[in-house]
C-alpha cells in the first residue's frame, strides 16, 4: 500500500512543487489545485501507478489522505 502513498506524494511534489501537502490537506489548502491541477494530478498519479483512475470518483474525496485510501481500496484493471 506504500506505493498509493508514494505515488500520491511524488504526483504532489511535480504538480505542486513546493507546497506543504499533509493527509489532512484538501484542495482548497493548496494554492493553484483548480479542476485543471486535479485532472493534471489525476494523471500523475495514473502515471505513477501503472493504471488507470476514475477520476469522477476523485473529485468527492475530501483529504489527500482520503485520495491514498481510495486508491489503496480501488481495483487494478
Known amino acids: 500500500h506504500m ?3 508514494r505515488a500520491v506524494t511524488e504526483a ?8 506543504s501537502i499533509t493527509d489532512e ?12 491541477t486535479h ?3 489525476m494523471f500523475e498519479i495514473e502515471t ?6 476514475e477520476i469522477r470518483q476523485t473529485y468527492d474525496l475530501e483529504t489527500v ?7 489503496e481500496q480501488a481495483p487494478s484493471p
Not at 12 to 19: D, N, S, W
Not at 65 to 71: N, T
Request: proline share 3%; net charge positive; hydrophobic share 50%.
Open 3 to 5: 506505493q498509493a502513498r
Open 12 to 19: 504532489l511534489a511535480t504538480v505542486f512543487p513546493g507546497a
Open 25 to 36: 490537506s484538501t484542495a482548497e489548502d493548496v494554492s493553484g489545485w483548480d479542476s485543471f
Open 39 to 41: 485532472v493534471q494530478l
Open 48 to 53: 505513477r501507478l501503472g493504471r488507470k483512475i
Open 65 to 71: 489522505g482520503a485520495l491514498i485510501a481510495y486508491l
